[in-house]
């Protein structure tokens, strides 16, 4: 046994409150109990000792012992007569996120760091937690079971680093390479259990065959099936999920299928490969590191490209989505402002803190990151003749940090992609990732016969493109190992593209709209563009646009294109109850989307890289059937419980 023991009782789940008793051996001195103050994942200091209502102390024999608050998350304890103490709290737990714990009378999702203190000083000895739940409950979790309803963590990280689902929720079990993989499903929704699993098999396989190996002794999906909204959290043996009940149909379900590649690809990259900064821990401060365009940009990246390697999507469905994620980075202001490892080192302050201004002053590391990961990965395969990619730069990280558990210092990942190229980096990451200067995607694109067009320039994707853009000045051609000697990123292409089509024409004012009721309300006003030159600001209410009142965010969009451009109009708004007449001078153009086409000319080669890249790798018959028995041990699967939450 343990000497650290955590006693989980749920005697109410009605009432949103669990409790924790804690009991701790060899106490000889006073101690300090620590409630974590964020969660690995997510970068932001959510102070969850605010969620502790009661607190006591005592030793073994049940006498109370003398403790004092002496910080926000710091509980001191007198030393115990008898070596052993116990601590008691009780903790409100009514947030439904895959970032905090939520309990009701259909579940109690418990996550660690929300939940468990730690003794400080002793955060990487062994504990246990023995987990009272009400009568049918069941629960699910990675740690290693010790027991009836006991489990067993080596130190303080793996216990919240492994959340537990208590209820009465759905399981779904199967094997991959005879490893075992779980669905714990609470909610009601849409789901195709079998299709799950079998989806989410070539998942498992795609990004198996980047690595060589499964890194884990079994995998959990945490799946909570709500009313809109999603997202997940990585975890080492583990993910938490949370989707739309309704979303495993159709479009939303290729997103779901995304989320679940996105954070299962992190139990290589980000739980075992990553930043030295990112574990141990310290959960009471910010932990900061130049290197989240790594954990989170990389992963982004592989996002679709394993939905199309596990065949999952078409090629042209990638690169659909590839062009949507470049429209979306070029229309930020902010692009100009944050460089990519700003963006990584700010996230406490900035990523999870969004205001009114910040499209137009930061960016995201999840964003950009992806997009430098895709720049990076085709420059490796233009600069190899497609003998090296990124896949080859994870596959050496994995071997010198991942599977030696052990994170990497600043600068390694650069290092290690210049080691796998055979040619110098420094240019193209001083570029990417330290300055705000353009990316250079038509550079990058070339190794693989692609362009990047405006929309509507490109015509339709089967059809013959228009003509080529003007080659970067300096780029690398296809096929030539490495840049030229002294090569340096070339000017960015030309963004502002002529001979707009009336038909695609929409009113640019750089506003982001939102319908509050029956009220259009300013969430965002971009930089430089018409409403912003306007003196609109974000909280704004739009009323009335050249006297006629506003109905909604096409109507507007509909009266501007009758104006002509460079035209002035009043808009009408309200600011803080005060009604306000502005000048909002028309500007019309095209959408500012982008769109991926083949060179009219690509070669040999460059098809032999486009084919490699974007290959399938899972045949069908790699799939198993999912009606595997289950593991020994394991319950069978029961019909989905009817949960209110």
């Known amino acids: 046994m343990a000497d650290i023991l955590y006693r989980l009782l749920l005697p109410d789940p009605r009432t949103h409150l669990l409790a924790v008793d804690m009991e701790v051996g060899g106490v000889h001195d006073a101690v300090s109990l620590v409630m974590p103050a964020w969660t690995p994942g997510s970068y932001l200091m959510r102070e969850f000792a605010r969620n502790v209502v009661q607190f006591e102390a005592m030793d073994g024999a049940g006498n109370p012992v003398p403790w004092q608050k002496t910080d926000k998350a710091t509980w001191r304890i007198g030393a115990p007569g008898d070596g052993t103490l116990r601590a008691r709290w009780v903790v409100y737990a009514d947030e439904l996120t895959v970032r905090t714990s939520h309990v009701d009378g259909s579940h109690a999702s418990v996550i660690g760091t929300s939940v468990f203190m730690y003794v400080d000083g002793r ?88 690595f060589g ?38 479009t939303p379900y290729e997103s779901f ?32 590191t130049r290197d989240l365009w790594v954990v989170e940009g990389i992963t982004t990246y592989y996002t679709d490209l394993l939905l199309r390697r596990a065949g999952l999507i078409t090629q042209q469905r990638y690169l659909e989505k590839l062009a949507e994620s470049i ?70 990280l994995w071997e010198r940090y991942g599977a030696r558990d052990e994170g990497f210092p600043e600068g390694a990942v650069e290092a290690v992609a210049e080691e796998v190229a055979g040619f110098s980096l420094r240019a ?59 090569w340096r990123p070339p000017p960015p292409p030309p963004f502002g593209m002529p001979a707009p089509l009336p038909a695609n024409r929409e009113s640019q004012t750089g506003l982001t709209l939102r319908n509050e009721g029956s009220r259009l309300v300013v969430v965002n006003v971009l930089t430089g563009m018409a409403g912003w030159h306007a003196g609109v600001n974000a909280g704004d209410e739009l009323v009335a646009l050249d006297g006629f009142r506003i109905a909604g965010t096409e109507w507007l969009n509909a009266r501007l294109l009758e104006f002509k451009p460079g035209a ?3 808009l009408t708004v309200f600011r803080r109850d005060e009604l306000i007449t502005l000048l909002l001078r028309v500007d ?18 460059q098809q032999a890289v486009l084919a490699q890249w974007l290959r399938t790798v899972v045949p069908d018959e790699a799939v198993q059937d999912p009606g595997l028995p289950p593991p020994p041990g394991w319950e069978p699967s029961p019909a989905p419980v009817p949960a209110r939450g």
Not at 258 to 275: C, M, Q, V, Y
Not at 436 to 451: H, I, K, P, Q, V
Request: glycine letters at 10%; one cysteine or more.
């Open 588 to 605: 019309v153009g095209l959408p500012q989307r982008w769109a991926l086409r083949p060179l009219p000319d690509a070669t040999e080669q």
């Open 568 to 570: 002035e109009v009043q």
């Open 123 to 210: 955060q990487g000895e062994a504990a246990e937690v023995q987990v009272h739940a009400p009568q049918g409950w069941r629960v699910t979790t990675s740690l290693e079971a010790a027991g009836e309803g006991r489990y067993r963590a080596a130190n303080y990280d793996e216990l919240v680093d492994s959340p537990l689902e208590i209820g009465a929720h759905q399981l779904v079990q199967w094997l991959v390479n005879g490893v075992p993989h779980q669905y714990a499903i609470w909610g009601r929704g849409n789901p195709d259990p079998r299709k799950l699993a079998q989806d989410t098999t070539r998942i498992v396989l795609a990004e198996r065959e980047i």
């Open 213 to 250: 190996t499964l890194p884990y002794p079994h995998y959990t999906f945490i799946l909570h099936l709500t009313n809109g909204g999603g997202g997940g959290l990585e975890h080492r043996n583990c993910t938490s999920l949370q989707a739309d009940r309704w979303s495993f149909r159709g």
């Open 428 to 486: 193209f990451f001083d570029h990417t990732l330290r300055s705000t200067g353009e990316l250079d995607y038509n550079s990058a694109l070339a190794a693989a016969g692609l362009r990047l067009l405006p929309a509507h320039m490109a015509g339709p994707a089967t059809g013959a493109p228009p003509r080529p853009p003007v080659a970067a000045e300096g780029a690398p051609p296809a096929g030539r190992k490495g840049p030229p000697p002294g």
């Open 327 to 396: 429209s979306r980075f070029q229309t930020l202001p902010g692009r100009a402002v944050q460089p990519l490892a700003d963006a990584s080192f700010d996230t406490w302050i900035k990523f999870y803190r969004p205001d009114a201004n910040t499209p137009n002053a930061t960016i995201s590391y999840y964003l950009k990151g992806s997009l430098v990961a895709m720049l990076l990965d085709l420059t490796l395969r233009g600069g190899t003749e497609n003998r090296r990619s990124l896949d080859d730069v994870l596959r050496v």
């Open 257 to 288: 299928l995304g989320l679940a590649a996105h954070e299962l690809f992190h139990a290589w990259n980000g739980k075992r490969i990553r930043p030295a900064a990112l574990g141990p821990f310290d959960y009471t401060r910010e932990n900061h």
